[in-house]
């Protein structure tokens, strides 16, 4: 199977719907830039070494695309087959984990900077992608009707990204970088 099938090549491509729409579209923007999101991720785990944090970030890495599929295909009209999508578990898999590595740190008590680890500042990058994600999925929202824990999720996520950049320069045995006030 070749890799390009040069039906995009007017502008558009097709949800797993069927349906065909322009590339510049929201809800294309949206799981594109999960993408991106997951992008980052995966560069952040190239650079680390073994731990549980990343077998956890190669988890997210496939809930990731679990998202893309949710966002990539529309709840209306109803899909004509089963889709996989974020759901309620996934949400408390993430609040656990951030859970399990706030409890392994020490309190943090000032606001950080992006930084420390080069995992540590690639996580930091991912929060920020993941709330772009995030905002931009509240204004497809307000289009269309979305699943019932995807918003939830995103927000979830960029709060798990924060602390897994922490627990990344936990784990390299490097402090987070303090705020100057």
Known sequence: MKIYTKTGDDGTT?????????????????????????TIIGI???????????????????????????????????????????????????EAKIDQYTSAMPVLKNFILPGGSISAAHLHHARTVCRRAERLCVGLSREEVLGDYILKFLNRLSDYLFTAARMANHNEGKPDVMWQK
């Open 14 to 38: 097709g949800l797993f719907s069927g349906l065909r729409v322009g590339k510049d579209s929201l809800r294309v923007e949206t799981y594109g830039t999960t993408d991106e999101l997951n």
């Open 44 to 94: 952040a785990v190239s650079n680390m070494a073994e731990s549980e944090l990343k077998d956890d970030l190669i988890i997210l890495n496939n809930l990731l695309f679990v998202v893309g599929s949710d966002l990539a295909t529309p709840i209306l009209p109803k899909p004509k087959f089963e889709i996989n999508r974020i759901n309620s578990d996934n949400i408390k898999w993430l």
